[in-house]
């Protein structure tokens, strides 16, 4: 454990109390870079790097002083850095309250729909009466799936998952069907987990979670075809030929020179600017959607804008368009897909005016990838 301060002078004993010596530190070697070594796993502060403290490997805090406003910001935010293996933060507060912290920030992040409640305990328990109720899936079937997991036979395994699919599929017919099924799976995991944290739940229910989270993801197949695509699939090569026509050579003057940019590097293709509400505007002409689903298209844009690690690639590779425009912007939508999932708005996911190719999710993402290329033109 490592203990974080400012030297003081003990007020009772005149004692100097220093930093370096009380966790015994190199000369000019600074503690954060200790905390980064295998054997220190919890770093003790009071204010110090309650502010401006960049350090991703933090993951968990315990928090014990009352926090306000800004400040409250600032020091549950020393958590929101990114580092490889890192998926999930938890903060334990023994001082304040939900309501007061959601109110903070609030202060500092303009539009959220958010407002303070308890967790409900009931909801994990509602949702999966529900499932059981529709007589699809079982506890029985979640306990024989666990202990296949248990076994760890792939091929057991894989074929157990392809026995539930085939009923699933016999079960509901039309696609709306499935993808309501499929949500419900999905919402009873994303609440079993978090609230899990703070209630205890009958085994049977922990169980079916495991057996959810796993079944899940592999009831519908993930990915869609367009209609361009579903036409070349029936274009058959019937007969392939090959004529000599003889040679053609280039003529002095002849050829063109290509662009020349920074560095000799080929000038990107010119950059068509433009503005999250615009995107709001161009998905209202094509969608009907609501006032709260184009507040968080704004949102989950703006936050998406506002990361440097993808400002940052798309900078970096501003000479290779094809890459960005087939490549990076599925990233891009990838990283959209995750905030709706961490706001809360899984539905989304199974909609059609969002996932399909072309749809809501597709122009954020040119939207996200146009708005940093314009940076780079400003």
């Known amino acids: 454990m490592l203990y974080a301060f400012s030297d003081f002078t003990h007020r009772d004993t005149n004692e100097e109390i220093r930093e370096h010596q009380l966790n015994g530190l190199n000369p000019n070697e600074l503690i954060e870079d200790r905390f980064k070594q295998d054997d220190y796993r919890i770093m003790v502060v009071a204010s ?4 401006g403290f960049n350090e991703p490997l933090l993951a968990g805090m315990f928090l014990d002083k009352p926090v306000m406003d800004k400040n409250a910001v600032q020091t549950l935010s020393r958590l929101n850095r990114c580092y490889e293996g890192k998926s999930k933060v938890i903060v334990i507060d023994f001082t304040n309250n939900t309501a007061n912290i959601l ?8 539009g959220t729909p958010y407002q303070a409640t308890e967790p409900d305990q009931q909801k994990v328990i509602v949702l999966y009466q529900g499932i059981i109720d529709q007589g699809l899936f079982t506890d029985n079937d979640a306990d024989n799936f666990i202990e ?3 076994q760890g036979q792939d091929a057991v395994i894989q074929t157990e998952v392809n026995r539930c699919r085939q009923r699933f599929l016999f079960r509901f017919e039309s696609l709306d069907e499935r993808k309501t099924y499929v949500y419900e799976l999905a919402k009873l995991v994303k609440a079993f987990n978090f609230l899990s944290s703070f209630y205890s739940y009958d085994e049977a229910i922990e169980q079916f979670v495991l057996f959810a989270e796993f079944i899940q993801p592999q009831l519908i197949k993930q990915g869609s075809e367009s209609e361009l695509m579903k036409e070349i699939s029936k274009v ?9 026509k003889g040679i053609t050579e280039n003529q002095p003057g002849n050829i063109k020179e290509p662009r020349k940019g920074n560095g000799g590097n080929r000038t990107p293709a010119p950059v068509v600017k433009t503005s999250v509400q615009t995107t709001i505007d161009e998905i209202r002409d094509k969608y009907p959607i609501s006032d709260e689903e184009a507040l968080i298209i704004r949102q989950v844009c703006e936050e998406i804008q506002a990361d440097e690690t993808i400002l940052l690639t798309i900078q970096r590779n501003k000479e290779r368009m094809r890459y960005l425009q087939d490549v990076y912007k599925q990233e891009i939508r990838s990283s959209i897909e995750q905030s709706y999932t961490e706001l809360g708005h899984d539905e989304e996911l199974y909609k059609d005016e969002y996932v399909d190719d072309g749809a809501i999710f597709d122009m954020m993402a040119h939207s996200v990838l146009n708005f940093g290329l314009g940076q780079m033109t400003q």
């Not at 110090?48 to 502010?51: H, P």
């Not at 058959?236 to 000599?244: E, P």
Request: hydrophobic share 40%; net charge positive.
């Open 48 to 51: 110090k790097f309650q502010t």
């Open 103 to 110: 109110k903070a920030f609030n202060k500092c992040r303009q």
């Open 148 to 150: 296949l997991l248990k």
């Open 236 to 244: 058959k090569l019937i007969k392939a030929n090959v004529s000599y």
